[in-house]
């Protein structure tokens, strides 16, 4: 202590220095020894508090942006170990931080400086105040002062005009927050209703609604729903009705927590009914928006619902509270069942580890249980969802007793059997008795299993469908006797399959293939004769539009080949003949050859290490074939095929097959040849990867050197393009690592959906790419340019008010006025085909452009030449006022004859002139040409004609003097 309380002070001393780097080295060398956690008897706590003070006493102005971050840290480590050795100092010095900090967050105007002080006061609060929750509360009974400071503090700030530290101010009121709990929430009194009056009041702060609700929303979890709504009061039902905080309801959707129904029952229920004798009475009394108020006000009440049963506490005692009548509003109010079926559910599911809850929720079900049976098995309804219904239905059968579970079950089959039940009520029968399947005894398993035979084969799509998925949940039963029961009747369930396979609807497809994966995951796929019978089907699913058929039936290929593999025969023996049986799908149409291809190469994908090469002889002897083929679908497949040869086999297969994969990449029918043209740019790029030039340019034929040529300058130019973006980025510092464009030479994709993804991707993308470069160049997406024109006032406009039409307009009038305010300045600031400004006055407005007949003929012949007298060939202008800035140029009017025609020489001025600009553009066409050379010869002749006119006119006057 004697070592360290001396150095302390001199780190101190440097620390309050005038040196900008003695400064900053100093804070950054206290910090470092804080954050080592010296001993106790090194660093005792009267020693660290001292250390604290004195960091209080010289921070950094708010000024000092360089100071500021070092100084936090330093604070910010000495608290950590100051909480860590004696807690109740580190409290006492918290207020003196929070202070200097909101001096920061009220002065400064830096992002950094904010996010680092909000990272120092949420160390300071954990450390300080919520690891140590137990004495704070002791504290808190004896002298809060501090706390309250903070609080005041906090409030202060949010005060302020400084929209900059607003965000970060309320992520530290959130923080703070989580000291108090609900037995201290008394505390919090003034601040949870000052930001509640923020939400209200203080519409500019809407881009920082995101930090205000999750600061309210941790004060809820905190104080709990009662306290705040008592902050926060719902006076929807008093004195006519105050909407102001209307808002409360929405926000609690998504924070109640840990809250008690009993609450609900006596203060939400209660409001919930008056706000729906109020909408009935507006209804009829014709005040049609007070009665939509009322009743959105109630659906957002029993909204809360869900969320409260999620996270309820003391359910046994407050569930049967409300039991009864929540069965009431099942039966009686249709808009209402989502919401209660969900809420119950939701009881079920989160609370099924808790005995005591579910013993008290499992007393109901056989009263919840006919309910929510004779609303599943009505007419299709469009005010409720049948599927939440059925999930609530699912829940409770799951606690109910076996012998309520069984009796439902008989009657569910009794209903079946009879002639009188509608058609359109068998499918929710068969969907509630799929759901019962893992409780009911092995029996009725047995019986159900013979029953379902009949659904498989009828040509009802709804009921095959369920058929099968009553088929499917029996085959997937947990249970081990229900495990025991699906083995002994293996053989059933394949004669199922095997017989409604002629029957089956593309709706159903699904769920068989399902069917079919969990009776080869039970068999380990020994029954050869099933497997080969069911093998055309996957095959056909395997180009299905469903995604998910397609997966399973990926899935099924990948379990037969694992199967075979793992049979413990020769494996190069078991896959080849696994390769053949899917190769007599070959010798089908069009369709089932591609799907064949198809599934050939992705078991290449799967095993690519357990082919022989005989194996993939004869493979890639098949794909040569059919790449003649003059269907486009098979032409396709082949190259997929190719290219996951490519991209998986190894560099040594790849070599040896190279000219027979060039051959059969390049040798499709001429009728397709241009639309698998990107494709094959694709693979010749990997085989560039993976081969040399020389020995890929070698397999290639004569024909189709330049091709070759093409896809080699394609890769360079993408190489360069990414080094030169790689060093752009190095000098522009962003520090982006350009590992993720490079593409290693050889990398096997993750599996083969991504590798015929990432395919059609690169092919899309350069298509696209291109075609955007040639014919979209220059143009702009055309937007909506409707525009709505609102009140002054700011409210809102009411649609159905016919005059409403007249603010609906064609664009932005605003923008149309900026428009035409640039429009008249161009016009007033004009320039001429010399560079020279050109600005009209207001005598300017119908003046005479000119009246000189040669020089009006030499303008309709040369419509770019321009004069400075009045006869100049100027465009036609509207008037505009004199510019403030610049003076009007002369137009030329001085220069007019008011006796003759044409423009007369002024003294002390210069001559009037014309004059034709070149321009070099016109001398690359030779059409431009002709017509430059036409127009020159037309100024000439006119201008010949003017000096001959003059000529003679001077020669007749120089007589007459004579």
Known sequence: TQQVKPLCECILKCASSKSHHLHVLSLNILQTFLVQAPHVTCLPSELNYQIIQVLCQTQPKPHEIDFIEPWLGAVQAAVTHLSDVNASDAQSISPNIFAVCFEYLRSCHNSVIFNRIVSTLQIVITKCLIEHKDQLKQDIARNSSFLDKILESIKIVLLDNNPDSLPHTLKIQAAFFRIFDRDTSEMLRTNVKFLAETVKNRPELAPHSAHLEHALSVAVEVIGVEKFIEYVPLKFT????????????????????????????????????????????????????????????????????????????????????????????????????????????????????????????????????????????????????????????????????????????????????????????????????????????????????????????????????????????????????????????????????????????????????????????????????????????????????????????????????????????????????????????????????????????????????????????????????????????????????????????????????????????????????????????????????????????????????????????????????????????????????????????GLVPAGFDELMLSDEEMERDRHTRKTKSEKGRGKQIKKSKTWIQEDETGDPIDFLDPKSSDRILSSNPKKREKRQKDADLEEALSFNEEGKLIVTDERGSKMDVGSNSETESIQTETQSTTTAGASSTRSKRSTVKKSKFHKPLSDGREYKSKKAGGDMKRRNKPDPYAYLPLNKGQLRIKRKQKKLQGTLKAILKKTRKGYVNGRKVRHTRNHKLA
């Open 238 to 745: 008093q004195g006519g009705g105050d909407l102001s905080n209307s808002w409360v309801l929405p926000f609690l959707k998504n924070c109640i927590k840990n809250e008690k129904i009993s609450f609900f029952k006596e203060f939400f229920i209660p409001m919930a009914t008056e706000l729906r004798q109020n909408a009935t009475q507006l209804a009829q009394a014709g005040d049609e928006v007070n009665a939509k108020i009322c009743e959105t006000l109630e659906s957002q009440i029993w909204d809360l619902l869900p969320r409260l049963f999620k996270t309820a506490t003391n359910v046994e005692q407050d569930f049967p509270l409300v039991a009864k009548l929540l069965g009431t509003l099942l039966q009686e109010r249709v808009d209402l069942r989502n919401n209660i079926s969900t809420a119950l559910r939701q009881l079920v599911e989160h609370h099924i580890e808790d005995e005591e809850v579910i013993s008290c929720v499992r007393k109901y079900s056989k009263n919840y249980l006919p309910i929510l049976f004779n609303l599943y098995i009505e007419i299709e309804s469009k005010y409720h969802n049948k599927a939440i219904i059925l999930g609530c239905l699912a829940s409770f059968v799951k606690i109910s007793s076996s012998e309520i579970v069984e009796s439902y079950f008989n009657k569910i089959g009794t209903m079946l059997n009879s002639a009188e039940t509608l058609e359109a009520t068998r499918p929710a029968l068969l969907d509630i008795g799929s759901s019962m399947l893992p409780y009911i005894k092995i029996s009725q398993l047995a019986l159900t299993l013979k029953q379902t035979g009949h659904y498989l084969t009828t040509e009802n799509h709804s009921l095959q469908k369920k058929g099968y998925l009553a088929l499917e949940r029996m085959l997937n039963l947990s249970k081990e006797e229900q495990i025991q029961f699906v083995k002994s009747n293996i053989k059933s369930f394949k004669w199922l399959i095997v017989n409604s396979a002629s029957k089956l609807n593309p709706t159903s497809k699904k769920h068989r293939l399902k069917c079919i994966f969990s009776i080869l995951q039970t068999t380990e796929c020994e029954d050869s004769k099933f497997v080969t019978s069911i093998l055309p089907e996957v095959i056909l699913s395997m180009k299905e539009i469903n995604i998910e058929v397609r997966n399973i039936s990926y899935n099924i290929l990948l379990l037969i080949g694992k199967c075979a593999l793992e049979s413990g025969e020769d494996k190069h023996e078991v896959l080849e003949g696994l390769f053949t049986k899917i190769s007599a799908g070959l010798a089908g149409s069009d369709h089932m050859q591609s799907c064949t291809i198809l599934c050939l190469a992705k078991l290449v994908h799967e095993f690519r290490y357990s082919l022989s090469d005989d194996l993939v002889d004869k493979l890639l002897q098949a794909v040569y074939a059919f790449s003649e083929s003059t269907s486009k679908l098979i032409v396709k497949q082949c190259l997929y095929f190719v290219n996951v040869f490519v991209s998986v086999m190894g560099i040594g297969f790849v070599m040896e097959n190279l000219k027979a994969l060039v051959t059969a990449m390049l040798k499709w029918n001429k009728s397709v040849n241009n639309q698998f043209l990107l494709k094959v740019k694709v693979i010749i790029e990997k085989m560039l990867r993976k081969v040399d030039f020389e020995n890929v340019s070698d397999a290639f034929p004569i024909s189709h050197k330049n091709l070759l040529r093409n896809v080699r300058k394609c890769v360079d130019k993408r190489k360069r393009q990414r080094e030169s973006n790689r060093e752009r980025r190095v000098e522009a510092s962003i520090g982006e690592s350009d590992s993720s464009t490079v593409v290693t030479r």
